[in-house]
């Protein structure tokens, strides 16, 4: 999709949250792609951390974040597939207060193009929680990369068209002011 050079450049402030019983920031190559990309977008890189495979860890760190107001975006990677320790996606849906479905649609439709029917694995979600965006990501390095590459990229950057997510940002919590 088009972007639109007369228009400049309007970096984000992004948290990456990796969800992970296991990984730490010595061996967390999924975060580490998404803040390589992030950066090389030109967006800023407000916030990381790891936590555990808990619904309410998880769900409590997107609350954190969401009531910062130096961070407008959330990205997730870890936590969307269907095992027990799996509860990324219901976390998310703990807090928001609307879910993005089509999000989620536009992930696995690329992600079939690589992986094929192996895509119904991924529970990759979105939603908005006061005012900020959460997508969450499946946990490997190469899912990142399609999810940054071949959605976030564009709808975080307010210079694509048609829309993108970016140019919404101020108007996400406008059912609060009455």
Known sequence: MPIDESRPFQPVNIAILTVSDTRTTADDRSGETLIDRLLAAGH????????????????????????DPMIEVIVTTGGTGVTGRDVT????RDVAEKRIEGFGELFRW?????????????????????????????????????????????????????????????????????
Not at 47 to 64: E, F, H, K, S
Request: aromatic fraction near 6%; glycine fraction near 8%.
């Open 44 to 67: 800023r890189l407000a916030a990381r951390a790891i936590v555990r495979d808990d619904r309410a860890a998880i769900a409590a760190q997107m609350r954190r974040w969401a009531d």
């Open 110 to 178: 690329q992600s079939h193009q690589k992986i094929g029917t192996s895509t119904v694995q991924s529970r990759a979600d979105a939603g908005v929680l006061n005012g900020t965006y959460i997508f969450c990501l499946p946990g490997s390095p190469s899912a990142c990369r399609d999810g940054w590459d071949g959605i976030l990229k564009d709808q975080l950057d307010i210079r694509h068209r048609p829309c993108n997510f970016a140019e919404l940002l101020p108007r996400l919590n406008e059912h609060k002011t009455g």
């Open 89 to 92: 996606p219901e976390a998310m």
